[in-house]
């Protein structure tokens, strides 16, 4: 049972134009979430964050959309660079004292110049 | 800090014989997680330790997968015997009190 599900396994963009990476999730336990960047070869890194109790976290050209009742959050990427092309993983974490990540099985983001 | 610590980075080995994967976490970091990559199934939590204990070891595939962490700097998984199946990218993650950080990785091919 996938708590954690990233629909699309690839995306392509044109440099410049914006990404959109999604992620639905099933455990309405999960209180924070995650994004992780995996590039071949490396473990993943995180990215940003947001918790439940916000919608919205920006980070430069990273922005997190958190969307409650519809458990979805996604990730936008504006301007896309070719640099961002890497695997992303979303991720998400149960209220309470088990902490353990639960991941996505993540998108393949490739950025084309 | 030099960040999460795994070795060895790259593990062939053949059908049958013990593996042994080593980490050690990012000092004071109280959780440590064992993490395992496919194709088909993406990153799978093995196990997770909190405070050098294991929490949740539901992920563990089998007997023949074993972790250990004796101390807050330092845990290994074993596979004993190995098999082909097994061949995947194993991660190394510690945290302290949101999200993880990850090592780079063992990837492990059984022959």
């Known amino acids: 049972d996938q708590q954690v599900k990233q629909n699309s396994p690839s995306l392509s963009v044109q440099e410049g134009r914006i990404s959109i990476l999604n992620c639905d999730y099933t455990n309405s336990m999960f209180d924070y979430f995650l994004w992780y960047k995996k590039y071949p070869a490396e473990g993943p890194t995180f990215l940003i964050s947001i918790s439940s109790i916000k919608d919205k976290n920006e980070d430069g050209r990273f922005t997190v959309f958190l969307n409650k009742s519809a458990k979805h959050l996604s990730l936008h990427i504006v301007p896309s660079q070719p640099g961002d092309s890497a695997v992303y993983f979303c991720a998400a974490l149960p209220a309470g004292s088990a902490r353990q990540l639960t991941f996505g099985s993540g998108t393949q983001l490739t950025v084309l110049p | 800090d030099a960040g999460v610590i795994q070795s060895p980075r790259h593990e062939v080995t053949e059908m049958g014989q013990e593996v042994t994967l080593r980490c050690k976490p990012i000092?004071?970091?109280?959780?440590l997680f064992w993490y395992r990559q496919t194709m088909m199934r993406g990153l799978e939590l093995l196990i997770y330790f909190n405070n050098n204990v294991p929490i949740d070891d539901s992920g563990m595939p089998e007997d023949r997968f074993s972790a250990k962490m004796p101390n807050a700097s330092f845990s290994t998984l074993k596979i004993q015997p190995s098999e082909p199946r097994d061949s995947a990218v194993y991660f190394c993650?510690?945290?302290?009190?949101?999200?993880?950080?990850f090592g780079q990785g063992t990837r492990l091919t059984v022959v």
């Open positions: 000092s004071g970091h109280n959780s």
């Open positions: 993650a510690s945290s302290y009190l949101y999200g993880a950080f």
